[in-house]
């Protein structure tokens, strides 16, 4: 079994940074990717930033440019910048073993941005 423990969430300016961290422990695969989603209020769950197990990054449209993911290991971080009152969401941790295509889930982060 996998645990995936955001933080860093919160409140935040528009134009503000805010810093989010997934620590990933247990039985963890030998490749995984890891990712963030976020789910705005009343809409569908969608990709942020994902990075795989061999450094590939890819990036939603609305966040290039804004938002960098990095890993070190089993940690991602989300690196948020520029932010919008549209990027409130809950941010979702998600790791994905690559190599039976099976994805864990963190608990959810809140993020809001006040205009």
């Known amino acids: 079994q996998v645990q995936l423990v955001e933080s860093g969430g919160g409140l935040v300016q528009a134009g503000g940074s805010l810093r989010l961290s997934c620590a990933a422990s247990?039985?963890?695969?030998?490749?995984?990717?890891m990712a963030w989603y976020r789910q705005p209020p009343g809409k569908q769950r969608e990709l942020v930033a994902q990075?795989?197990?061999?450094?590939t990054t890819v990036y939603g449209d609305s966040v290039k440019g804004r938002f960098t993911i990095s890993r070190a290991k089993n940690t991602v971080y989300l690196e948020m910048n520029s932010l919008k009152p549209e990027d409130t969401a809950v941010y979702y941790c998600?790791?994905?073993?690559?190599?039976?295509?099976?994805?864990?889930w963190g608990q959810g982060a809140q993020v809001t941005v006040s205009s």
């Open positions: 990075v795989t197990s061999g450094g």
């Open positions: 998600n790791l994905l073993n690559e190599v039976i295509g099976i994805p864990d």
């Open positions: 247990g039985s963890i695969g030998s490749r995984t990717a």
